[in-house]
């Protein structure tokens, strides 16, 4: 071994230069390095040769099909050349755009089924933008939709989102072009999964006013709701969700409303209904009966055209409403009846 900084020879094995005293650095012998090296050298070309035998194998198989099928045709493989650059971009672009496509699945899977608290929500936004149709499809299918709409009004679904539409839109441009624009904040407070409907406890029950299966499907009101007028097999109600959520309607810098309140919402067919939520135009009626008991005068003053404005463009529903039997007062006498016990027995009393 020799010293790297005065070239004193000295044998192997010492730490520093018997002559300069300098460290020794320890490298490993030339032969050792050159066995390392022809090892990996060694294995990388073993890989190769394995390869190239697989790929030369298949292409011998490929052939002699091609040759069995075809007589003396023969056909020629082609030798494998590396993939080029430009050929590789257009392969990393394809897996990119894949695995986006794979990823928007998820997205539009996870919109679709929803929950109980995105109901709720969705169900508010599209309150505040005038968006009828996706209010209704809060509430129910479309096909629920389609016969509720025309046992109740007399109308196609089309009909009835182009009545309220119009309405809604005047209504909300007005507010807007007022300085008095509606704002809607919804703010969860609590989820409960209640579970399924023919199994919740009993003080679940009590607590959200249901009874046994049995008695559900005869309650004149939800059970009514659902089968008769939904059109909703309430046997395939999978689960049903308790929402707690504080409501908050503003026009413009003036609060209007502010409640916190129960949400029940029941999951039909993969996606979250609202069990209890009213009809666009009801919601746009309440929100003008709120304007006009508003108490400064002078929100009610300026905001008087506008109102006029919505109540005028929803005449003709009105008068198409009118006309329609709404099967929610389609009762017979012993429905009658049944309502007088329930609220009887409601408040211990006896005819």
């Known amino acids: 071994m020799f010293c790297k900084n005065c070239g004193t020879q000295f044998p192997d094995g010492q730490a520093f230069c018997p002559e ?48 069995s099928a075809n007589g003396d045709y023969s056909y020629n493989i082609p030798e494998r050349t590396p993939m080029s650059a430009e050929a590789k971009k257009k392969l990393i672009k394809f897996i990119g755009i894949g695995a986006g496509a794979v990823l928007a699945f998820i997205i539009l899977f996870i919109i679709f089924h929803g929950s109980p608290k995105k109901t709720v929500k969705k169900y508010f936004n599209a309150f505040e933008k005038g968006n009828t149709k996706k209010m209704v499809m809060c509430l129910m299918p479309k096909k629920s939709a389609e016969t509720y709409i025309d046992d109740n009004y007399n109308m196609e679904p089309k009909e009835y989102y182009e009545y309220i539409d119009a309405a809604s839109k005047v209504l909300l441009k007005g507010l807007k072009s007022e300085k008095y624009k509606l704002k809607v904040d919804v703010e ?38 659902l089968d008769k007028q939904y059109d909703i097999d309430i046997d395939k109600v999978k ?113």
């Open 188 to 225: 969860i407070k609590e989820v409960e999964k209640l579970g399924k409907l023919d199994k919740l406890k009993s003080d679940v029950r009590d607590s959200y006013g249901f009874r046994d299966l049995d008695d559900f499907k005869d309650d004149k009101s939800l059970a009514k709701m």
């Open 20 to 67: 300069c005293g300098t460290a020794v650095q320890s490298v490993a012998p030339v032969e050792e390095v050159q066995q390392d090296v022809n090892n990996t050298v060694n294995e990388a070309t073993n890989a190769a040769n394995e390869a190239a035998g697989a790929y030369n194998e298949t292409a011998g198989a490929v052939q002699n099909a091609y040759s």
């Open 239 to 351: 689960a049903v969700a308790a929402v707690e959520a504080k409501v908050k309607l503003t026009i413009g810098k003036e609060k209007l409303d502010s409640n916190t309140g129960i949400f029940l919402t029941f999951k039909y067919k993969g996606k979250w209904y609202l069990l209890e939520g009213d009809m666009p135009h009801s919601m746009y009626n309440s929100l003008i009966s709120m304007i006009q008991s508003y108490d400064d005068k002078d929100v009610r003053k300026d905001l008087k055209d506008v109102i006029k404005d919505y109540q005028d463009e929803l005449k003709d529903f009105t008068k198409a409403k009118s006309k329609a039997k709404s099967k929610s007062s389609d009762y017979d006498i012993d429905d009658l009846y049944d309502m007088a016990d329930d609220f009887l027995d409601s408040k211990d009393l006896d005819w």
